[in-house]
């Protein structure tokens, strides 16, 4: 069904045709139509005009018929330059060009055969066909120009998409990093307290304590994150974002170990000479060494529970900033003797979305860094290398090969 729009524009180029035809009869009459006008041209010039209203049907039909009958009627050319820029706007290119080359056939049959008719004759031929030419010619600006929008807008949209997929993929990753160390936590400490209800008051009392920390902790931590996504800016330069960094790493292994885990720890960031003061890496470098140990400390808790983990943390910045999380594959004796601890562990794995080490990787590249896992020699080990300066921040090459 033809739309509003279509049919005005169906309207503004069947005024086009009569208001060219009659414009130019005068011209085409050598200046005399005072004796008028044949009632047959008339009559086609008529059934021309009012043919554009079909040009988005059959235009490549329309063009050709009124190419053939414009031969002997004036008034048909102003339709013929309309279905001609009609086809060569909508129609294939191969369409256009095949309406081309009859067009040149019947230029060439005319300096053929009525070239002896004088230099009148040809002038007009040539103002038709030049006519012809600009309307061919229009048709592909047209069509060039509206194929050149569609592509922009295509790749507009893929960009929208292209954005929406990252943010959502940086929403997964930071609710992956915040939530699994703490809901771990309270899986371990609730199952110890389900499989033991013999346990002291003491004992059932540090858990729920630890249990309700770690809940309430896990609450604040989404909330920041939701916050820092939705604060304008969020994935640009971090600055003062309220994330964690190399500063909250004793907290986060006070936490750990509260919950029952055995975690060794050596943090031995330098300058480059005696005497020199390293200051602080970049937040993001910071952040992403936080969310290594993170991370590494919720594997080990999900797969070795009870084993002894060691967190190293070394480098400076000429080195670059190194972090490492080892932690044996076979499970180790229960904190405190509390065998209910291995029964969770046995019984009621603590579940996985197996996404932490990919969206880890992801992480650490995008700050610049390298990250390697994997198990050896009877232990498995996660290990960060991040520059001193993150990616894109200036300064930012330094340490990067560390």
Sequence with gaps: MRTR????????????????????????????????????????????????????????WLAVLLMLAGTQFHFLTGATLVALFTVAAHRPRRVTAWLGGFTLAQFGLFLA?????????????????????????????????????????????????????QVREEIAREMHDVLAHRLSLLSV???????????????????????????HQALEDLREVIGVLRAPGARGDEGDRPQPGLADLERLLDESRAAGMRVTHRVAVTGTGPGADPGPPHATTGRTAY???????????????????????????GAGLT??????????????????????????????????????????????GRLEHGARDGRFTVCARLPWKAAGVPGGTEGSTA
């Design 189 to 215: 400490q609730a199952g110890a307290v389900e499989y033991n209800p013999g346990a002291s008051p003491d004992d059932v009392r540090r858990a729920a304590g630890v249990i309700r920390a770690a809940a």
């Design 323 to 368: 972090v490492e999380v080892v932690n044996p594959l076979d499970k180790g004796p229960s904190p405190g003797g509390a065998a209910a601890v291995d029964r969770v562990a046995d019984g009621d794995a603590i579940p996985g979305a197996g996404q932490g080490l990919a969206g880890l990787t992801e992480r650490v590249t995008l700050a610049g």
């Design 5 to 60: 729009s279509a049919l005005y524009v169906d309207i503004a180029f069947f005024l086009f045709a009569v208001v060219f035809s009659v414009v130019t009869a005068d011209a085409s009459y050598r200046g005399d139509v005072s004796a008028g006008v044949p009632v047959a041209e008339q009559a086609a010039g008529a059934l021309g005009c009012a043919a554009v209203f079909l040009r988005r049907r059959w235009p490549v």
């Design 113 to 165: 055969v009525d070239l002896d008719r004088g230099e009148e004759a040809v002038g007009s031929a040539l103002t038709y066909f030049t006519l012809v030419a600009c309307a061919i010619g229009w048709g592909l600006y047209v069509r060039s120009r509206r194929a050149l929008v569609a592509t922009l807008e295509e790749r507009a949209v893929r960009a929208a998409d292209e954005a929406r997929r």
């Design 291 to 317: 969310r290594v140990v993170q991370e590494g400390l919720t594997n080990a808790r999900k797969h070795a529970p009870g084993a002894e983990v060691t967190v190293t943390v070394t480098g400076g910045p």
